[in-house]
Nanobody, 114 residues
């Protein structure tokens, strides 16, 4: 069983930055592909960024050049650095771990004001 706890969300003005963290319990973290997803009101959950256990990253076109995903296997933590935030980035952000099954955190709210 894997538990994921996100933190770092909040309210920020457009153009600002936030760093989300996702701390994972369990021993599989270094083997798991990790990802950040988001869901805005009335919309489907969408992929933001993923990072494989080997470090390869993938980003949604809408965040390329602004967001950076990283992981620290020693701390069982994955991060999402978000810069140049836009109002359309407002959503609940979820952490995901994938290894033999898919695990989700409870989400953290990010609100970007114009």
């Amino acid at each position: 069983q894997v538990q994921l706890v996100e933190s770092g969300g909040g309210l920020v003005q457009a153009g600002g930055s936030l760093r989300l963290s996702c701390a994972a319990s369990g021993s599989i973290f270094s083997l798991a592909a990790m990802g950040w997803y988001r869901q805005a009101p009335g919309k489907q959950r969408e992929l933001v960024a993923t990072i494989a256990n080997g470090g390869r990253t993938n980003y949604a076109d809408s965040v390329k050049g602004r967001f950076t995903i990283s992981r620290d296997n020693a701390k069982n933590t994955v991060y999402l650095q978000m810069n140049s935030l836009k109002p359309e980035d407002t959503a609940v952000y979820y952490c995901n771990a994938g290894y033999r099954s898919s695990y989700w955190g409870q989400g953290t709210q990010v609100t970007v004001s114009s």
